[in-house]
């Protein structure tokens, strides 16, 4: 079992940077791959970005694409979403997952955190 909590999260001026962070714990924790979603309300989860465990490669939606970096600490067990250049479209609830391939892939987690809300002030 993995476990994810997800911190950061908060309210950002439309332009401005954020970083979120998410710890995991549990088994295995350096053997998945690891990505960040998001979700407005009424929309189906949406693919931000992920970062492969066995070489670093990143995965980005074309939508953050040279505005969001991901990366990864392993001593840490931590990942970060540094966001950049927000937009009010940028604002939803972002949810940290891991799993296998899928998740390097942006088709879905096994494992997911609760989530932490990011607003996008205009």
């Known amino acids: 079992q993995l476990q994810l909590l997800e911190s950061g999260g908060g309210m950002v001026p439309a332009g401005g940077s954020l970083r979120l962070s998410c710890v995991a714990s549990?088994?295995?924790?350096?053997?998945?791959?690891m990505g960040w979603f998001r979700q407005i309300p009424g929309k189906d989860r949406e693919f931000v970005g992920a970062v492969s465990w066995t070489d670093g490669r990143t995965n980005y939606a074309e939508s953050v694409k040279g505005r969001f970096t991901i990366s990864r600490d392993n001593a840490k067990n931590t990942l970060y979403l540094q966001m950049s250049s927000v937009t009010a479209e940028d604002t939803a609830v972002y949810y940290c997952a891991a799993g296998l391939r899928r998740v390097f892939l942006g088709e879905g987690g096994d494992y997911w955190g609760r989530g932490t809300q990011v607003t996008v002030s205009s």
């Open positions: 549990g088994s295995a924790v350096g053997s998945y791959h």
